[in-house]
């Protein structure tokens, strides 16, 4: 039986298509067909205009929504408009080793790549504990500074049940190793015992998993915010593969002061006290409203014994976009509050206001509290966000931000999207999920060999429900009628 097209479509979708193209009433009924299948309740907006601005679809294209991951496209937008030259290598954001008095401190510059793998050959943690133990065969203390930024490791309206994972992990201006913990839960030989588990012992392991004759692998990690404590529960089959998983840290700047006094006395450096963690609290002044949007002037450091030059920032965004990594977005947005600012969010968000009322974006076109989207505050409108594409794609950077982004059908979150159709190699878009949200927005060569520039936002997605195959199968009928 046809499926009945909802009435909001009829009402909602506005179309203007050029003469060469299928007629409107086919191009309505393809594109409001395939929003159609999108799961029962789910919210949808989207508007798709040619090289002219000329709207070719608009649904709801004022509406706000919550854009996940598409937040990332304000992030490295700006980072491209104001942290001038990222091809060149990141001077001002490696890490520095020096001493005070008895002590070691490690200080982060919000560099995210900075590596304490076994293999690192490019901004290693190594090259650093190598010159202390040059320098130096006793210390004290070893600090991690990170108070080149406040310590803000969490943004607001990011829920907290995501802390202990990846995508929640702590933001801190010493970030090491993606500020992740690598674990495998490996089952045991006998039914009923517990699992073997592997995993740093920076969190202590209270294992109450067990080995089961069979079914499907079902093991959960539990760990409340700022304990060191990590509980694992569930079930795991006797001949089942290992499950492995990466697991945040809250406080990376004490991670990595602990694990370079791990470097430093595998170097035969006596390190006598604790490996410890130099926060600058958050205060007033980290706000620019309330400074009055006065720049800060920022005091020197102190002399460092080594210091890191990590690979251009361009690298680390075409990182961020193509596989939507939270962590390294957060990071951008506070070195981008760092221009002028003292590197707090409130910075940063300034100067993406900034950066969207210099493009011409409505003001009443968003709300972002983030940088990586993880916050469920923030909302775009599908208009908001072309306006900004638009407006990138006529900045002398705009071609090389262009190729941060996912390509359909080939690489990133897109790898396996569009492969097949009309769009794969043809659609260069960041994606974005989150609870009940999905999202898609930049460019597509349509048929015509047009390129046009869209953003798809779906919100309110039912639980276990994906509008993505809806998302899809409405570009695909754009790019077939224009």
Aim: proline share 7%; charged share 20%; with cysteine.
């Amino acid at each position: 039986m046809k499926r009945a097209l909802p009435l909001c479509f009829a009402l909602c979708l506005v179309l203007a298509v050029p003469a060469a193209a299928q007629a409107p009433e086919a191009v309505d009924a393809r594109v409001a067909a395939a929003l159609a299948t999108a799961p029962a309740g789910t919210r949808i907006g989207l508007l798709v205009v040619d090289a002219d601005g000329r709207e070719l679809v608009a649904v709801r294209p004022d509406d706000r929504f919550v854009p996940a991951s598409n937040t990332k496209i304000f992030t490295t937008a700006t980072a491209f408009a104001m942290l001038g030259d990222l091809t060149r290598p990141d001077i001002e954001g490696g890490a520095s080793v020096r001493i005070e008095g008895r002590d070691v401190v490690l200080a982060g510059h919000g560099d995210a790549r900075l590596s304490s793998a076994a293999g690192c050959t490019v901004d290693c943690l190594a090259t650093l504990a190598d010159a202390v133990a040059a320098k130096t065969r006793v210390v004290r203390d070893v600090i991690g500074d990170d108070s080149w930024f406040p310590d803000l490791r969490w943004s607001p309206g990011m829920s907290w049940n995501t802390i202990q994972t990846r995508s929640g992990t702590g933001v801190s201006a010493l970030t090491l190793d993606d500020n992740e913990l690598p674990i495998t839960v490996t089952p045991a030989a006998t039914l009923g015992a517990a699992p073997r588990v592997t995993a740093s012992p920076y969190y202590t392991v209270e294992n109450a998993a067990i080995t089961v004759a069979g079914g499907a692998t079902a093991i959960g990690f539990e760990r409340a915010p700022n304990r060191p404590v990590l509980r694992i529960t569930g079930t795991i089959a006797r001949g089942a593969a290992p499950l492995r998983d990466r697991l945040g840290i809250d406080d990376p700047a004490e991670y990595a002061a602990w694990t370079f006094r791990a470097l430093l006395r595998a170097r035969g450096v006596t390190v006598s006290g604790h490996a410890t963690a130099r926060h600058r609290p958050p205060s007033p002044g980290d706000d620019p409203a309330r400074r009055g949007g006065a720049a800060i002037a920022h005091p020197p450091e102190p002399p460092a014994l080594a210091r890191l030059v990590p690979p251009p920032l361009a690298e680390d965004v075409r990182i961020t976009n193509k596989t939507s990594q939270n962590l390294h977005a957060e990071l951008l947005l506070r070195r981008i509050g760092r221009v002028r600012g003292g590197g707090a969010i409130a910075d940063g968000q300034a100067a993406v206001r900034g950066m969207l009322a210099e493009a011409g974006v409505a003001r009443a076109a968003f709300d972002l509290y983030d940088g990586s989207g993880m916050s469920t505050y923030n909302r775009v409108s599908p208009r908001g966000m072309v306006a900004l594409l638009r407006w990138i794609s006529g900045q002398r950077w705009g071609a090389a931000w262009r190729e941060t982004l996912p390509v359909g059908g080939a690489d990133g979150t897109l790898a396996r999207r569009f492969a097949g159709t009309p769009l794969d190699h043809r659609l260069f878009a960041k994606t974005g999920s989150l609870n009940a949200t999905s999202a898609l927005s930049g460019w597509l060569i349509a048929r015509s060999g047009r390129t046009l520039t869209f953003a798809l936002f779906a919100n309110d997605i039912p639980e276990g429900a994906s509008a993505t195959p809806a998302i899809d199968a409405a570009l695909e009928a754009v790019a077939a009628a224009n």
